[in-house]
């Protein structure tokens, strides 16, 4: 059996740690790999002992780590090594980064070590070659996935929109401060909006939120299916989001999405999600109000699936390791 070994520094509560179980526990996944998970320290992955046929990075590149990351190179300089970018888009660089450049440069000096380079969007794979980021034929596209079962088996919702959802981390990123005042700009006092979760930003937001008594803070639940089982729509006005679990789960769960247009959210519009164009309180309240009055959006929910994670882990695998996999084995047994 092919060992790949996952590389993470922090397993708290979050997208890539579930999405890590997926890739242990999935049955599927298991007749592609055995799929373990090490936590290595941040800036010094080399220093771990990996027993394993592939190594993949789920780690944060940063100036700092890459001393780390050519140790990496250098001491498993025989195996194949992939980088998963889970942090870093078009959307993140223009909200946070002041120096472009020298960002670009760090980018291209860290996926330089690795044989193949995930994107997990085309979105985001779009934005890397636009940049010269990564070597065409070193760049793949494999979405994350979750264990979506919890969400298919819940029934649809019918009827108008009535409970807008929002599930995420209380940040920033997530856009939930423009949601906020999006909503209270609305006059039907039937609506309500539930924020799913917890984050530094709670403070803030509960004092946007001050005085509507329609605005809930259901608090962070470790089950998604029950946010989801609460609400007749998702929102997702994130400032920048490489791919968005959220919207594949709340698709999964027959929920429409209201998503801003960015990074790999816009490659999530196929299943019948609304893109909203802009992030503003006017765009979104218009959004809003179009989706509580309108029908509601018909969502393909047979294109929420993680088939596309399978297949792209297979295609990887069998790309880096199929050729010769059985001889080489053979001679490390």
């Known amino acids: 059996m092919i060992r790949i070994a996952h590389l993470v520094d922090d397993t708290t509560a979050g997208g890539v740690t579930r999405y890590l179980d997926f ?9 592609i790999a055995d799929h ?4 290595v320290p941040r800036h010094a992955p080399a220093r771990a002992g990996i027993d394993a046929d592939m190594i993949v990075s789920h780690l944060a590149i940063t100036w700092r780590g890459l001393p ?6 250098a001491r498993h300089s025989g195996l194949p090594l992939v980088h998963v970018e889970h942090s870093y888009s078009e959307g993140f660089t223009a909200a946070n980064v002041t120096h472009r450049t020298r960002f670009h440069h760090l980018l291209r000096c860290a996926y330089a070590l690795f044989d193949r380079v995930v994107a997990v969007s085309a979105a985001q794979a779009g934005w890397m070659e636009r940049r010269g980021l990564v070597r065409a034929q070193a760049l793949d596209v494999i979405p994350p996935c979750v264990d979506l079962a919890p969400c298919t088996a819940l029934e649809a919702p019918r009827g108008p929109v009535r409970v807008l959802g929002a599930v995420g981390r209380f940040e920033t990123q997530k856009g939930f401060d423009v949601l906020i005042r999006a909503f209270r700009s609305l006059p039907d006092p039937f609506l309500r909006l539930a924020l799913f979760g917890e984050g530094a930003a709670r403070a803030e937001l509960e004092t946007l939120a001050a005085g509507d008594p329609r605005i809930l803070f259901p608090g962070f639940t470790a089950r998604p299916e029950e946010a989801y089982a609460a609400c007749d729509a998702i929102a ?5 989001e490489p791919y968005g679990l959220v919207a594949l789960e709340a698709n999964a769960a027959g929920r429409p999405v209201l998503m801003s247009r960015v990074d790999g959210l816009k490659d999530q519009a196929a299943r019948g999600n609304t893109p909203v164009t802009e992030l503003s309180e006017e765009a979104w309240t218009d959004a809003i109000a179009r989706l509580t009055e309108a029908e509601r959006p018909e969502i393909d929910r047979s294109l929420a699936t993680a088939r596309p994670t399978r297949d792209g882990w297979a295609r990887l695998v069998e790309d880096l390791l199929g050729e010769n996999e059985g001889e080489r084995l053979a001679q490390t047994a």
Do not use: E, F, I
């Not at 890739?23 to 007749?31: E, T």
């Not at 373990?36 to 936590?39: A, D, L, R």
């Not at 780390?68 to 190179?73: D, F, N, P, S, V």
């Open 23 to 31: 890739l242990r526990q999935d049955p599927q996944m298991a007749r």
């Open 68 to 73: 780390g990351l050519m140790a990496l190179r």
């Open 236 to 240: 997702m006005p994130s400032r920048w």
């Open 36 to 39: 373990q998970v090490c936590v």
